[in-house]
């Protein structure tokens, strides 16, 4: 299994962040895509990765969050980063309506900066968007024939945002938001619209803990090791085989991050 989004330089890792990659690979993870928030974290994942050359791999990027950080010089940072061999997409980039932590006309221009990078460099982009759905596609279309691979990581849109991404030949990424019973619920409905082909399977550690998990941690904190639950939850929601399943999204992230 490979997990597509792990934030494993956020604080909630400081503690024990070797023992979670020890209980990643304990619980039949491949590897993992770590994922580069801004200049200084999209360096910090890459140096992380080094130290776990083939298990880990990095994105380097700016996620909307962090887009009012975004300046002239932030380009020439990231260009330099994405030559690192650890280093296998640009991301996390996108749009956030829903926070607005970052001015939406920064936003805007920070994603459009990263879509012509991811471009010109011929490296897949990593993306997020959440309540800025027509934006995004606004944004994104005319550069897609442009790059070599997008995924549209942590999908919890409607069918109608499932089925403009499919068409756009956008790859997705599902989370443990699958597994809420509450928040959940169309999510499990749509999944199984999207073709083996075009999924891959990602935990967002810290975040997004399943809680459907049969033995929750204290702390809250989700982490690689849940990996296999979400799987096994996608597939069910398919009707697929949970095997059958995992070895599609494997080969799938391979393809897609080259690695």
Known sequence: MIDIGVNLTNSQFDHDRDQAIARAKAAG????????????????????AATESGFCYATAGVHPHDAKTFEAHTLTELRAL??????????ECGLDFNRDFSPRPQQESAFEAQLE???????PVFMH??????????ILTPW????????????TGNEAELRDCLALDLHIGITGWICDERRGQELQQLVSLIPANRLMIETDSPYLLPRDLPKKPS?????????AHIARRIASCRGDNPDALIAAATATSRAFFRI
Do not use: W
């Not at 895509?33 to 360096?43: D, K, M, R, Y």
């Not at 968007?129 to 934006?135: I, N």
């Not at 702390?219 to 990996?227: C, I, K, M, W």
């Open 219 to 227: 702390g809250r904190r989700n982490e690689p090791a849940n990996l």
């Open 29 to 48: 993870v491949s590897g993992l895509i770590l994922t580069g928030t801004n200049v200084a974290e999209s360096q910090a994942v890459a140096d992380y």
């Open 117 to 123: 990078l991811a471009a010109e460099l011929q490296l």
């Open 129 to 138: 968007c959440r309540d800025a759905h027509q934006r995004f596609m606004d």
């Open 82 to 91: 994405a030559v690192r061999p650890e280093v296998v997409a640009i991301g």
């Open 144 to 155: 897609r024939s442009k790059l070599p691979a997008a995924v549209l990581h942590c999908f």
